[in-house]
């Protein structure tokens, strides 16, 4: 007699839920929303992080033109969607790419949008970025 394990977690891929999101004019910020597809075992840990890249002109300068300090997002078992916002601090920064991106996973996989660089635009105040 052999016993088979297959209680295996399911913990899921993880992905950006959209490729642009909307600015509120309001409050200056962006929501972004991650998704759990596939599984939602466990909870996972996911860390985001912004590249920086100071010569690229098109590219938002975390820290001048957003508020950023890194981000890690906790789904509990069973939850398969969370958001966190992205707060814009330069009046100046319209039309720059917030180049965010998951960097760490406690367990789980990247999905195919885990890296959207081109999609984190941030446009002008009141701009809808599609989603």
Same mark, same amino acid.
């Given at each position: ?9 399911? @913990? *899921?891929?993880?992905?950006?839920? %959209?490729? #642009?999101? /909307?600015?509120?004019?309001? =409050?200056?910020?962006? !929501?972004? +929303? ?34 950023? @300090? *890194?981000?890690?997002?906790?789904? %509990?078992? #069973?939850? /398969?969607?969370?958001?966190? =916002?992205?707060?814009? !601090?330069? +009046? ?40």
């Amino acid at each position: 007699m052999s016993i088979t394990d297959n209680d295996r977690l399911n @913990s *899921g891929t993880f992905q950006f839920a %959209a490729n #642009g999101y /909307v600015y509120n004019r309001s =409050t200056r910020t962006f !929501t972004v +929303t991650l998704e759990r597809l596939g599984g939602s075992d466990g909870t996972v840990d996911v860390s985001i992080g912004a590249l920086s890249n100071p010569a690229n002109p098109k590219w938002a300068k975390p820290g001048v033109d957003y508020a950023w @300090s *890194g981000v890690m997002v906790r789904f %509990a078992p #069973g939850e /398969v969607r969370k958001t966190f =916002t992205v707060r814009v !601090t330069s +009046t100046t920064a319209g039309g720059k790419l917030i180049p965010l991106y998951i960097s760490s996973l406690t367990d789980g996989q990247l999905g195919t949008r885990s890296h959207p660089c081109k999609g984190r635009d941030l446009g002008s105040p009141g701009e809808d970025l599609g989603g």
